[in-house]
């Protein structure tokens, strides 16, 4: 089969994820081996994936941006497990490509990977997608974790090819005019996947005086209730200023929080102070989630996310600005 149909299909089967037996079975079997997981947050990394990359139209439009590699290589991708089937992207972007894909899922996403992976293999049981053993060399590495990990294939790969990111966090702009369900979709940008996600929405700016009117539910995920908890109680200790907001606490900071429960808030003078703020950690920012147009040349990828819409990545969202693909076959 073409790629693009076997990648197209897998779509069409995944409409039915989480409405049939088998499919709620590999769901429990997710979040027993990872309690970060909920079922919400799957199901939304499930549709997120199937709505945003996995269309034929869509897919066939991304690819013809690039050649397909003249000589197949062996590509080693080494998967996160912060989020569900946060890996499944550059699994996508290898063999769309041309070459050939050894994966490694993260112990914590195994589950969900390798249900994919089978769906995969019943559409084309040829498709070009093996397990990663760290004891064969590989042409060209991806790899996605903290600095620890990504010093060791450094160490491990020294002469190969290598994409490696490190974490990053997302920002909103506010200028005091969004509307009510604007809001609530910066909530589910904050909240979704408990935070863990490097698009995430952690750091506010706001314009000076104005507090926006933020508000979620307790948390699904008990692991992160607890972290909750836990900082609210310090707050209190510590006598620090938060504004609790039911699932998450607002702090007066212009850095990235610590606590998965906590999100910073920055007021602004003028655009001015943010877009320096922005050229300053450009290094460390994912995406920036805001309605103000005039932003985008400031923004370090060049584009803006709409509120709610931070947890959707299309095929053009490359991880840390670097276009996958455009290094997969130059």
């Known amino acids: ?88 992207f550059d699994l996508l972007c290898v063999v769309i490509s041309g070459h050939r894909c050894y994966i490694k899922p993260s112990s914590k996403d195994r589950v969900l990977i390798r249900y994919i992976v089978e769906l995969l293999r019943s559409i084309d049981h040829d498709i070009a997608i093996y397990d990663y053993s760290p004891d064969d060399e590989y042409d060209a590495l991806i790899a996605t974790g903290g600095d620890e990990a990504i010093r060791y294939y450094d160490e491990r790969y020294p002469t190969t090819r290598r994409l490696l990111r490190g974490s990053r966090h997302s920002v909103a702009i506010l200028d005091g005019k969004e509307s009510d369900e604007e809001l609530q979709g910066l909530v589910t940008d904050i909240t979704a996947y408990s935070g863990l996600g490097c698009r995430s929405v952690s750091l506010i700016f706001t314009p000076e005086g104005h507090r926006p009117q933020l508000h979620s539910a307790t948390p699904r995920c008990q692991k992160l209730e607890h972290n909750l908890r836990s900082e609210r109680a310090l707050s209190i200790m510590q006598q620090r200023p938060v504004e609790d907001c039911g699932g998450f606490l607002l702090s007066p900071s212009d850095d990235f929080p610590t606590a998965l429960s906590c999100v910073s808030i920055c007021e602004y003078r003028s655009l001015d102070e943010v877009t320096q703020w922005l050229e300053n950690n450009a290094q460390r920012v994912q995406c920036v989630v805001t309605h103000i147009d005039s932003l985008a040349h400031s923004i370090p990828f060049g584009s803006i996310i709409p509120y709610g819409r931070a947890q959707y990545p299309t095929l053009n969202d490359y991880a840390d600005g670097c276009d996958t693909m455009r290094w997969l076959v130059e």
């Open 1 to 88: 089969m073409n790629v693009i149909d076997i990648f197209a299909e897998l779509g069409h089967r995944l409409e039915s994820f989480g409405k049939e037996e088998s499919s709620r079975h590999i769901i429990a079997k997710a979040i027993a081996e990872n309690e970060w997981f909920t079922e919400e947050d799957i199901l939304r990394s499930v549709e997120a994936i199937r709505s945003t990359m996995l269309q034929a139209e869509l897919l066939k439009r991304w690819s013809a941006q690039y050649p397909t590699a003249t000589k197949p290589q062996s590509v080693a991708v080494i998967m996160a497990g912060n989020i569900p089937l946060v890996g499944f």
